[in-house]
């Protein structure tokens, strides 16, 4: 039986319930003294010879003793709690976790350090750093740190793991103060992908792509579809429709949706940094890599989705590199003569023609054969005029929360201007377009001014007709007849469209006279 005396402090005391004790010859295993509160403390005694028939006299005996205020029977004694509540700590780890003294020898270990060092948990016990990793220089680095070191790249039993390392020290209170250990924490690339997928990516599939109109319920059907085959996937559509968008729902949807979706916009980095972040890199590899080495993404993905935003921008170099690993799912990182073998499915992603651009040479038509498996096409947002004010709506909602505003709400005229623009930066735009009308206004209903869609569309919307000008002056004509007959219809005098273009009233007055824009005598 176990039992909690609880006293009051004074010198002696401890040693006088133990007396209680010896008096009755009664053997006890364990002995814990907890002070609680200043002032008060408990001494938890386990006592196997102890019954319920002895208790009553034995708490008695106790009570005689000066300073003693209770005694009750317990379950367990604080410190096997604590023990226990860490061993079930350390097995639902699913990283492995080791705790190393002074000396870097290995006191304590979890199931999942145990499992991937290839040996029980009590064989791991009293190994030392250099032993497992095969680095003197590793253990050296944290002895002499004082187990303070930035994360690295270590291999354990041939498998790579990120090392992390917790000093363990004595309290700030104590004499000494000092280091007394560490607890180390390997992360392998897979789970590290796991929780950048968590942190960047909500889960989600084809319910998180909005719209009604045919087109986007025709993309859904299909996508369904072809998520199901273990394929890569070329998306296809142009800027700002959501290509990722549908990358993240044909994942979520997948055999694969519980593993990694990691991404990558190959039009956002330079060849090397492209390659690094993609292939991953060894220790030493190049000038700044980080010590110790880092998993690519696509290492990081094992078992998930490497979605390649973009792809018509990547370099040639990288096209070959991404065609070997697609032939045969193994690749080498920069740096390495090793080949990693990983489990992914490739979906990509452009906004380009590849056909033409395998036709010109600057995109592999191997590659392209390889990528171009399975392939969606994501209608504009002019092929799906219904959604538009589906989608706003929405928008609003977000944009209205992130401010903290009440919900805004358009008025006939609003919606009449979003309906009627030509969205050729897709539902990007209009997120944009709206974001930005909520932020600028104070109203609660918003009206065709706030959106200042002339602003947001000009230049993208008539830059491809531009580019069919003959010469300067007809194209220069040619856009002032657009900004003029796209505001006047908001600024419907010269006045004010001068007002909003910031020039001068009689400028205006002969452009609109020039155009024959209805209007121009105001």
């Keep these: 039986m176990r039992i909690d005396v609880q006293f009051a402090d004074r010198v002696g005391i401890a040693h006088e319930i133990l007396a209680v004790l010896a008096r009755r010859n009664m053997n006890v295993v364990t002995v814990e003294v907890v002070t609680l509160e200043p002032g008060s403390s408990d001494v938890f005694i386990d006592i196997p010879e102890l019954t319920e028939q002895l208790l009553p006299s034995l708490r008695s005996d106790f009570m005689h003793v000066p300073g003693v205020r209770g005694v009750k029977v317990v379950d367990v004694l604080p410190g096997a709690r604590r023990r226990l509540h860490l061993d079930t700590l350390m097995a639902a780890m699913a990283d492995p976790v080791m705790a190393v003294d002074a000396e870097g020898r290995v006191v304590a270990a979890n199931a999942a350090a145990a499992m991937v060092a290839d040996m029980t948990e009590s064989e791991l016990q009293g190994k030392t750093l250099r032993d497992l ?64 997928h968590a942190l960047q990516h909500a889960s989600g599939g084809f319910d998180s792509i909005i719209g009604e109109a ?28 959501g290509k990722e968008l549908v990358a993240q729902a044909c994942h979520a949807t997948s055999p694969r949706g519980s593993a990694p979706f990691l991404a990558l916009n190959c039009a956002a980095l330079p060849e090397n940094l492209a390659e690094s972040e993609l292939f991953g890199y060894v220790s030493g590899a190049f000038t700044g890599a980080q010590r110790g080495g880092k998993p690519g993404l696509i290492e990081m993905a094992e078992g998930g989705t490497v979605f390649l935003d973009e792809i018509g921008e990547m370099s040639l170099y990288l096209q070959a590199k991404l065609l070997r690993f697609l032939n045969d799912g193994k690749f080498r990182r920069i740096g390495s003569d090793r080949e990693i ?5 490739i979906i990509s ?8 651009m395998v036709a010109d040479g600057s995109f592999r038509e191997d590659l392209f054969y390889r990528l171009n498996v399975l392939q969606l096409e994501v209608p504009s947002l002019r092929e799906r005029p219904d959604d538009i004010l589906l989608l706003a709506r929405h928008f609003i909602e977000r944009a209205c929360a992130q401010a903290q505003k009440p919900i805004c709400r358009l008025n006939a005229q609003a919606c009449a201007a979003l309906v009627a623009n030509s969205w050729p930066g897709n539902v990007r735009q209009l997120q944009n377009v709206v974001f930005r009308a909520i932020t600028m206004t104070d109203q609660q209903i918003l009206n065709a001014s706030d959106l200042d869609l002339a602003e947001d569309s000009i230049s993208t919307e008539e830059s491809a007709q531009f580019q069919e000008a003959e010469d300067w002056e007809k194209t220069v004509a040619r856009f002032e007849r657009a900004v003029l007959e796209r505001l006047y219809p908001q600024y419907p005098s010269s006045r004010k469209l001068a007002s909003r273009l910031k020039t001068s009233h009689s400028m205006i007055a002969n452009k609109l006279r020039k155009y024959g824009i209805p209007g121009s005598s105001r």
């Excluded at 103060?177 to 690339?189: D, E, F, M, R, W």
């Excluded at 025709?218 to 800027?239: F, H, Q, S, Y």
Aim: glycine share 12%; proline share 6%; no cysteine.
């Design 349 to 356: 992603a452009t906004h380009r023609n590849l056909r033409k």
């Design 341 to 345: 073998k990983v489990n992914v499915r």
């Design 214 to 241: 045919e087109a986007i319920r025709a993309l859904k059907a299909r996508a369904a579809r072809v998520a199901m085959v273990d394929a890569p996937l070329l998306i296809v559509g142009e800027t700002g429709t």
């Design 133 to 196: 990793f095969g680095e003197a220089g590793l253990q050296d680095e944290l002895l002499e740190g004082g187990f303070r070191a930035p994360a690295r790249e270590v291999r354990l039993q041939g498998q790579p793991f990120l090392l992390e390392v917790t000093p363990v020290s004595e309290p700030i209170d104590s004499a000494l103060g000092q280091t007394v250990g560490g607890v180390i924490t390997l992360h392998a690339p897979r789970r590290l992908g796991g929780r950048i």
